[in-house]
């Protein structure tokens, strides 16, 4: 009967170590703030999507790491987006995006693509 416990007892401490494979248990304390920040804006179930709908994206501006929500729309005329914000909820408004923004990445949803 021991030996069956230690067995069961085993069994349980290795599957609670167990890594998660949950994109949201991945996010930095950061990303989750921001989640829950630009959350009414991040309309996208998915990334690549099919239809119009908005990301919450990160990358570098001027060296710097800031968040940002972005579109997705093929046939829609839109501009960069023009404000993001750092970690510590300051906003920042962004000069010439195409130029000056770099390291782009997909935070939430994250791309299934790659």
């Known amino acids: ?3 069956l416990m230690t067995v069961l007892l ?3 401490v290795f599957a609670s170590c167990s890594k998660s494979n949950r994109v949201e248990d991945n996010y930095t304390d950061c990303d989750a703030n ?3 920040k630009f959350k009414k804006e ?3 179930s ?3 999507a099919s239809g119009p709908c908005g990301y919450l994206a990160k990358g ?3 060296g710097k790491l800031i968040y940002f929500i972005g579109i ?3 046939n829609c005329n839109t501009m960069p987006p023009q404000e993001g914000y750092n970690c510590e909820d300051e906003k920042i ?3 010439d995006f195409n130029k000056n923004v770099t390291d782009i990445i997909a935070v939430k949803p994250k791309r299934t693509d790659k």
């Open 34 to 36: 921001m989640v829950e």
């Open 72 to 74: 997705v729309c093929a």
């Open 1 to 3: 009967m021991k030996n």
């Open 42 to 44: 991040i309309t996208c």
């Open 10 to 12: 085993l069994v349980a």
């Open 60 to 62: 570098k501006y001027k």
């Open 93 to 95: 408004v962004i000069e």
């Open 46 to 48: 998915e990334l690549p």
